[in-house]
Every structure is written in C-alpha cells, then in structure tokens.
C-alpha cells in the first residue's frame, strides 16, 4: 500500500470538505476499520479494478473511471481485484447539506457511478480533490466550497435520479428518439449514449427498438441522417467539404469523407462533381 491521507480544518456547517486520501491498493485489499462512517466519502476510481457492495444492494464490479461513495450511516464494503488492484482517491464529506444535494442524483441511490470520465461531474470532482491540497487560506477555502457546490451541480445534472416511468408506448418512444437524433445530428459530441440517458432507457432495448421499427441500428440511423443531410448541402451549396462536414456533425473532414464514400460509394467532392448542373 501506497497513498497520502490528510484531515482538513474546515469550518462551513452546511458542506465540507474534512478529509482527502490517495492509495494504490495491493491485490485483494480491502478496507479493515469500522465499515459504517459517520461521514459521506466519495472514492474515485482512477486505476485497475475491484468491487464494492452497501447495504441492502448486491455487489458490483467496478473500475477506472467509476466512483462509489461510502454513505453516512451505511455498511460497505469494498475490495481490490486480485490482478489489477484499483488505486482510488477519496474525499470525506461533512454538513447539514451534503445528504440533500446527493438526494437527487443516482449516486444517493444505488451508490456507485460507471464511466463518468468525461463529464463535467468528474472534473470539477478532480478539481476539488486538487483543490483541497493547497493550504488553507481564506481564497483557497472560498474556492474549495465553490467547487463543492458546483460538484454536486453538475452531479445532479449529469447523473439525476432515475424517475418512475410513466406508462409510454414504444411508438412515443421511438419518435422521441428520432426527433432527438435530427434535432442533434450537428452535434459532434452526440452520442447513442447521451441519448440513451436522456430517454433513462438502456442501449439494448434502444437498439431493439430501431431494429424491429426501423431496420436500422441506432448508430446507423444517425450516420444516415448525417449523410443524407450532407448529400443536400454538397447538392445546394458551394460549402467547402471541411464546412460541410462539420455541418453534419463531424469535427474532422477525412473521417466525414470516409464516412460519406462508405455511405454513398462517392467521395463528397466526386458526389458533388456528379450531379447535374443547375442552370
């Protein structure tokens, strides 16, 4: 075992921050002391792998990029895997607020987050762990406390607690993940994913969906709307290929010309060159 742990002097009731630590576990270690904590600890997995379990929820394989929070009150259990131990840091948590601002998102219920690297959560979460590094002072107390709330903002945004569905058809569905898909399709950063959070429904029954509807994969029925939407504007403009590309969601232009050659067996300027001249 190998990490840094230091207890911080805070002194907000409503959020706080009153401890951070880093490990780099051995193969199978896991957590001796008293597994019930009197404070919220927030753990980001940063290498290797392992699981954890709390009460009254089975256990879950977690790895790089996930984060589990040891919540006040609430036996836990956590272990390194055997042949690629995680190494984690940690933040303690404490405050009168710290149990409503988690009540919203997904972490208050199921206590564990896969894959949040990326997002906006987990930066400003990185941040607040740099942050609380830095010796006390009255700016860098200010901004800890700014970070803290703002981690949280973007923790409930990002990961908001999974509503009860209401009784939709698949049709809806369908047709609001369509509208989606066309309103977006602009968007290189647009992901299945994104989409799939947005619409709290999983990918394999999002891809099932669109297959048994539309004959289409997700993933494909979007490659097709950007190329569809890229034939009109080689059809109707002058635009560079580089404007065109990123018009339809491509942020580079030799992987939209791939794209567009795989789609439609022309390069987009041999497709462009191709069509009737307009008189």
């Given amino acids: 075992m190998d990490g840094s742990y230091r207890t911080l002097s805070g002194k907000s009731l409503e959020s706080n921050i ?3 630590g880093q490990e780099n576990c051995k193969p199978n270690y896991s957590f001796k002391g008293n597994n019930v904590r009197d404070n919220y600890v927030i753990h980001y997995i940063q290498k290797g792998k392992g699981t954890f379990a709390s009460a009254n929820h089975s256990m879950v394989s977690l790895k790089a990029g996930d984060v589990f929070i040891l919540p006040k009150g609430v036996p836990c259990f956590y272990q390194a895997d055997g042949q690629e131990p995680w190494s984690y840091f940690w933040l303690g948590l404490s405050g009168i607020k710290i149990r409503a601002m ?4 997904l972490l208050s219920t199921q206590n564990y987050l ?3 690297q990326g997002s906006k959560f987990c930066q400003s979460l990185n941040d607040l762990f740099n942050a609380a590094h830095s010796p006390s002072s009255l700016t860098n107390d200010i901004l800890i406390e700014a970070l803290l709330y703002f ?3 973007n923790l409930n945004v990002e990961y908001p607690t999974k509503k009860r569905k209401n009784s939709i058809t698949k049709d809806e569905q369908l047709r609001a993940a369509i509208t989606y898909l066309r309103q977006n399709f602009d968007n290189p950063n647009l992901s299945i994913v994104d989409l799939c959070n947005k619409m709290d429904i999983s990918r394999s029954y999002l891809y099932t969906l669109f297959k048994n509807n539309l004959s289409f994969s997700p993933q494909q029925f979007l490659i097709n709307l950007r190329m569809e939407n890229a034939k009109e504007f080689l059809a109707n403009t002058d635009d560079p290929i580089q404007l065109v590309s990123r018009a339809v969601g491509y942020s580079d232009e030799f992987t939209f010309s791939k794209a567009f050659k795989r789609y439609s067996g022309f ?3 041999m497709y462009r060159q191709s069509l ?3 008189d």
């Fill in 18 to 20: 009153l401890f951070w």
């Fill in 151 to 153: 981690t949280f903002y």
């Fill in 276 to 278: 009737p001249k307009q």
């Fill in 102 to 105: 988690l009540s919203g998102s």
């Fill in 114 to 116: 896969k894959q949040v």
């Fill in 267 to 269: 390069s987009p300027k």
